[in-house]
């Protein structure tokens, strides 16, 4: 199923799941973050209670290599502080935007640990996930860079595809990227 002409307000819950389901067997064929590395990342964080500056520096290397020797910038105390905070915090701005209070951790690396963490409520989001919720009438404008509250804008609509689907959000994070990874015309940036 193709999302190019597809309105979110078109689609009923059938069609969503198939879109959903279709582009989330395609994640394999990109180069988006492994699933089973980011569970196995939320297994240690979950048993740990926080996660390491090496285990943050794996989460950004798997995310994006080229910005992941930032994350050595941070003390070690800092990293496990702030992913400890990160678990009790309310709300999905404050949750972020603590996260990206660490050196090498933007939006969607950011997002990455949350999405570790939770997958039930939180994905992994960048540039093809914007352009994906954009295509299906989510989102009014394309954007390349993101920051907490881009964050939370795309994961409202995250989390109503996953509820109208049943599919976990982070599934329909990896979906929205694969999708947007098959259609896209051009270059990322």
Not at 19 to 32: C, I, K, N, P, W
Not at 136 to 158: H, N, Q, T
Request: with cysteine; proline share 2%; hydrophobic share 35%.
């Amino acid at each position: 199923m193709d999302a190019a002409d597809l309105d979110s307000a078109d689609l009923d819950s059938a069609d969503l799941d198939a879109f959903v389901s279709e582009h989330l067997d395609r994640y394999a064929e990109t180069q988006g973050v492994l699933p089973e590395r980011l569970d196995e990342f939320g297994e240690t964080y979950r048993s740990q209670g926080y996660l390491t500056r090496d285990q943050l520096y794996e989460i950004a290397y798997e995310s994006s290599t080229r910005s992941a020797y930032h994350v050595e910038k941070n003390p070690e105390a800092r990293c496990r502080e702030v992913t400890r905070n990160a678990r009790t915090v309310d709300g999905d701005f404050s949750a972020i935007q603590l996260i990206t209070g660490l050196s090498g951790f933007k939006a969607p690396t950011a997002s990455c640990v949350l999405a570790a963490l939770d997958g039930d409520r939180h994905a992994v989001v960048d540039t093809r996930v914007w352009a994906s919720l954009e295509r299906l009438g989510y989102l009014d404008r394309r954007k390349e860079s993101f920051d907490a509250a881009d964050y939370v804008a795309m994961i409202g609509p995250i989390r109503e595809i996953a509820d109208r689907t049943g599919h976990r959000a982070v599934d329909v994070g990896y979906a929205l990227f694969a999708h947007d990874d098959r259609v896209r015309e051009g270059t990322l940036h």
